[in-house]
Structures are given as C-alpha cells and as structure tokens.
C-alpha cells in the first residue's frame, strides 16, 4: 500500500470499495489510496418514514456486508448517498423525466445532502458507521439548462439529479458543510471513521 492508504491507517490491508460510483474512486485514488472495486448488489429502495441519515447508513451499511470477502486483512467500505428537501429523499433519478422534476424541486431553493458511510473490518466483522451532513443552495435554474442536464445525463446516476463537480455547480450560491460530502465520500469524516476502526 502506498502513502495515501497510511494516511487513513490501511497499511499492509487491503481497501475494497463496495461501490461503482465514479466520484468515490476519484477521491480515493486522488488520496493516493490503493483500493479494489467490489460493487455491492444491494436493493437501494426506501423504507417508508425513513430520514435522510437512516437510509444513507442503512444502505451503507448494506453495502458492506454484502461483498462477499473472508481474507482478514480486508477492509470494505460502502458508502450512499442521499438528497432530502422539505422531508422529501430524493435518490438516484428513475429516468430523465424524473432527473429533470428533481432538479426543478432543488432550483431556487436550499436541501441537504447525506452521506453514510460504513466500514467493515473482515477480521472479526466489526462494522464502524458514520453520516455526514452537507447544507446546498441554489439559484434558480433556467429550464433551457435543466434541459441540457438531462439530455447530457450527468446526473443520470446522482442523487437528487445532479453532480456538484458538473454544470450544477455553476448554480450553487452557497454550502454549508464538506463538498466532498456533497460528491459521495466525506474525505475528513471518512478519515475520523478510519481513525475509530484501528
């Protein structure tokens, strides 16, 4: 393992990561983080009078468990990410008609967006959990943009429909918390979950 991966006390172990998401292998490996990609095939459905920080560490948690993985120098993390406005969890978008409603309901106006993350040490199975919360403002967005969102489908596979590292960031007048929260992995909180987990 490199420098990166003793920054977050992974030396001499192996990090899977038991997500596909494009953004969360960036960030890691920005860190210099040496990891594996395991996607967890898990059913992502709400569970009804669920809050935004529930699901986001249930689902988390889900993830983790469910790689398949009995080396015990391993580590799997899992990681989801949710958007809730006015009590309303927004996930992934269903389609681009859906995509293009979320981003309308989120134009002009403040939501959060949570992170959970769980790690799992395969040892002994410990799991170690964490949600972070990150507070986003927009201004509003013109519909020939949202049109333009959807069509280039990057928030295809986003919670709430959108990226902040994409054009949407172009409408994002504050924030109140980690970005990298609002990208899908919570670097610092990531960090203080590792540091509980040695």
Known sequence: ???????????????????????????????????????????????PGETAEAACLRLAQAKALAVPVTDPSVWVLGADTVVVQDGTILGKPESDGDAARMLRQLSGRAHEVWTGLALRRVRDQRLFSAAERTQVWFDIIPESVVELMVRTGEGRDKAGGYGIQGVAGLFVTRIDGDYYNVMGLPLSRLRRLCMEAQ
């Open 1 to 47: 393992m490199n420098s990166g991966s003793g920054l977050l006390g992974f030396s001499g172990s192996t990090l899977v990561l038991a997500s596909a998401s494009p953004r969360r292998m960036e960030l890691l490996a920005s860190l210099g983080v040496a990891f594996t990609v395991r996607p967890a095939a898990i059913d992502e459905s709400l569970q």
